[in-house]
DNA sequence: GTCTATAGCTAGATAGAC
DNA sequence: GTCTATCTAGCTATAGAC
């Protein structure tokens, strides 16, 4: 057993970013392995059965980082639900880099992708609906309404991602995770 | 000169249906042909400049819709601005079937689209911020509260059509028009 | 204007040396 | 575990007959 040349912890964090910005079909083999630092036949290596397989250890590695890092926030109940609420909407902000960086969940839905890993995407929206439900009633609202504002939360995040990024301004998208943190903890806009 | 097998119009059709559901990497030029039921050759004879001359074509032939069947609505003067709001949202229902469709903007806007269309993207989406800003303050609103409302209402539309697309359910498509609606014309939300 | 045929290249994937 | 070299299939694009 020889030691990686590269960590595999680092070939996930480099074939995301390319299939981030690229999509499934846009990212091809050549763009991965120069990313990650490997040669064609080495990823083919870590990954036998290839780039689907390569979208799919990414998608779930987000999935982790996700749960780890905004999931858990939401659930931590040493914090108040304020508190709580905050932290998640900042480390949404780490997740898509200030609005510079789009959702591996968009970036795979396109026909192929989407056809190709329908399951772990709605999955992963789900639990992002679950998760912004239950704060939403921690917060004391109805349940029908935390539900809806779980709705709508996600709808302005996707959505100032793709107009922050279409119309190159990304104070759209810091713009948005403010009105959302305020209509959260203010009941208003 | 010898008539077209295909109209123009036709074949503009079908290669918008392929760049959205594709993407412009994805689109490859068998499917575009398959899609127009014109072979290579004949696609190449009718664009000499390629496949980004076809997506180029398709974003315009996009826009000069939008222009046609929304923003002008938007600006007829025969109507009410309350008549002119509703209309429109019901076009833009038309224009992204009812939500099953994605926004032609958002499928060119991966790394390499969004490189070479950049300029008709860009522009297009001041279009529709300017085109709902304009019906905001004919609604009353102050100019500033009108462009807060405009980027929103973007914001929620391609956010819908995003999460409807990935939760296979397009029925947060229409509530979100009907949420747009009730905010331009009721003042809350 | 449309077609068949094909050029030249890059895609995803594999074999086998080290 | 990584590499060079290579396979086949598909890609964008073009030539030239009808």
């Not at 190159?168 to 998208?173: M, P, S």
Request: hydrophobic share 40%.
């Amino acid at each position: 057993m020889r030691p990686p040349k590269v960590l595999e912890e680092d070939v996930l964090e480099s074939l995301t970013k390319v299939f981030r910005e690229k999509g499934y079909e846009g990212a091809s083999l050549s763009d991965l392995a120069e990313a990650t630092n490997l040669k064609k036949a080495s990823l083919y290596h870590r990954f036998p059965k290839g780039k689907q397989a390569m979208a799919e250890a990414v998608l779930q590695n987000v999935n982790k980082w996700v749960q780890e890092n905004i999931f858990s926030v939401l659930q931590n109940e040493i914090l108040t639900p304020e508190e709580r609420l905050k932290n998640a909407l900042s480390q949404i902000s780490v997740l898509y880099s200030a609005g510079e960086e789009t959702c591996i969940f968009r970036a795979l839905s396109m026909r192929v992708g989407l056809e190709l890993f329908e399951e772990q995407i709605n999955s992963g929206m789900q639990l992002w609906i679950i998760n912004f439900k239950e704060i939403g009633i921690e917060l004391n609202f109805e349940e029908d309404e935390a539900l809806d504002l779980a709705l709508q939360t996600l709808i302005e995040i996707q959505g100032a991602l793709v107009v922050s990024r279409t119309m190159r301004d990304k104070n759209i998208f810091s713009q948005t995770l403010q009105k959302i943190e305020t209509r959260y903890l203010h009941r208003f806009l």
